[in-house]
């Protein structure tokens, strides 16, 4: 029987598809790490595997799994927690049922929109946006957590595994010694989840800045935020460098 042809909308679904899946480098490091194990890995062992934060190899081998790309299953525990989830890679093929997932649709009109605006006022909302999510975020965090990270230093780390749980990959880091009076503070974000969208309308690292500050400003106080290096200009990581307004 000969196989029926694509038509133009069908193959560029398909091409959207695959481009969603492993579009980005990690995710396609994460596949191929899995097809070098045959017996499949749990998220901790890729994320050790690949050197990344463990929810962030969680949202990739998601990502993938939503695609049928990987097959999970549960792994028996010889202690008293749950079974662990094991992914493993599945058999390679192309297909065009797949769903698109709406943060993937939403992230997408964002961008879009945004760049119809003027450029400052784009910043404006796109910052506006991240702000008032990172203030979400903020309330996630239990009151024992607020209560124990006062310390300006304290509440970075705290602003670090949140934005981490949400995709970024960040960590807090400081330059300069114990002598220095002023050192610099920076949040750095290894992975960018908006993905392709922040490269080709970078106005939404705005959305970072926003983040960054709403979540500091909830945590701990009125902050100054700016963003220095991003992965959507070139740069490895995107960097924002954050100053206690308060002193």
Not at 12 to 19: C, F, I, Y
Not at 64 to 93: H, I, M, N
Not at 153 to 167: P, T
């Amino acid at each position: 029987m000969a196989q029926r042809a694509l038509k133009p909308a069908e193959f560029a679904n398909l091409v959207n598809a695959v481009t969603s899946a492993f579009g980005d480098p990690t995710r396609r490091d994460i596949y191929l790490l899995l097809h070098e194990h045959p017996d499949g890995l749990t998220a901790s062992e890729v994320a050790e595997h690949a050197g990344v934060h463990a929810n962030v190899a969680r949202h990739h081998l998601d990502k993938l799994a939503s695609g049928g790309y990987l097959d999970v299953s549960k792994r028996s525990s010889t202690g008293a927690g749950r079974p662990a989830k094991v992914f493993t890679a599945a058999e390679p093929s192309l297909h065009l049922e797949f769903e698109v997932g709406h943060d993937d649709i939403l992230i997408t009109l964002l961008g879009k929109a945004l760049s119809r605006l003027d450029p400052e006022d784009a910043a404006e909302m796109a910052e506006e946006v991240g702000l008032e999510f990172g203030r979400k975020m903020a309330g996630e965090v239990s009151i024992d957590d607020a209560e124990s990270h006062r310390s300006f230093r304290s509440a970075l780390h705290v602003v670090a595994d949140a934005l981490s749980a949400h995709g970024f990959a960040a960590r807090a880091e400081r330059q300069g010694d114990d002598s220095d009076a002023d050192p610099q503070l920076h949040i750095v974000a290894g992975h960018c989840p908006f993905g392709d969208v922040a490269i080709e309308h970078p106005v939404i690292c705005a959305v970072d800045r926003g983040m960054v500050k709403g979540l500091l400003g909830s945590l701990y106080g009125e902050t100054q935020v700016a963003l220095t290096s991003s992965v959507a200009q070139g740069d490895d990581s995107c960097v924002t460098d954050v100053v206690d307004a308060a002193h």
